[in-house]
């Protein structure tokens, strides 16, 4: 992945501390979520905005890498340099900001526990995360819910060692998901 650090493009490579061995789900992921959370609002306060759990380990029974997905709001003009210096405070390292995605990312403990993404809310990014976690959420989507861990447990025993074809081989069922879970709650299904 490609991050800007220092006015400078970095390759990180966070392959050698991600764990790709995907663990049934874990009852405390939910747990862990909620203790960092509380833990960053109490330092950060009112600097940032909403703390959200993505990822595998948000969506219940879903088995997945063991590693929580945090996103937390900000205004793209709030990410300063004492908020990144909080954050490192907290243990967690700084890896620069994914143009792409306009985010910044830290990681948490080695190997890693912890991803921690600081983007607008209102971004195409924090829109997919919530809305494919929310739509897999569901009780009635328990089909789309079975594909999706089935083609994790194949990505995983194909791309154990490389986690970017692990990711990018997920990213058509993601689209597919949020592109039907867009059409869902936009229309007459919404709740």
Do not use: C
Request: net charge positive; hydrophobic share 35%; aromatic share 14%.
């Amino acid at each position: 992945m490609e991050f800007v650090h220092n006015n400078r493009v970095r390759k990180t490579d966070l392959a050698d501390r991600t764990p790709m061995n995907q663990v049934p789900y874990r009852w405390y992921w939910k747990w862990s979520f909620w203790w960092e959370r509380l833990l960053l609002r109490l330092v950060l306060g009112r600097r940032v905005g909403k703390i959200d759990h993505f990822g595998s380990t948000s969506i219940p029974g879903m088995p997945g890498k063991p590693i929580v997905d945090l996103q937390i709001a900000i205004d793209d003009s709030d990410f300063g340099f004492e908020l990144h210096r909080i954050i490192e405070r907290l243990g967690y390292e700084y890896h620069g900001e994914n143009i792409e995605l306009h985010q910044h990312l830290f990681t948490k403990g080695n190997p890693i526990r912890f991803n921690l993404y600081f983007l607008n809310p209102r971004s195409e990014t924090w829109r997919k995360r919530t809305v494919f976690r929310d739509y897999l959420r569901r009780d009635d989507r328990k089909s789309d819910w079975i594909e999706y861990r089935d083609l994790k447990a194949k990505l995983a025993m194909t791309h154990a060692e490389d986690i970017r074809a692990y990711q990018d081989g997920k990213l058509e069922f993601v689209d597919r998901i949020v592109e039907q879970a867009t059409t869902f709650y936009d229309g007459a299904g919404s709740d």
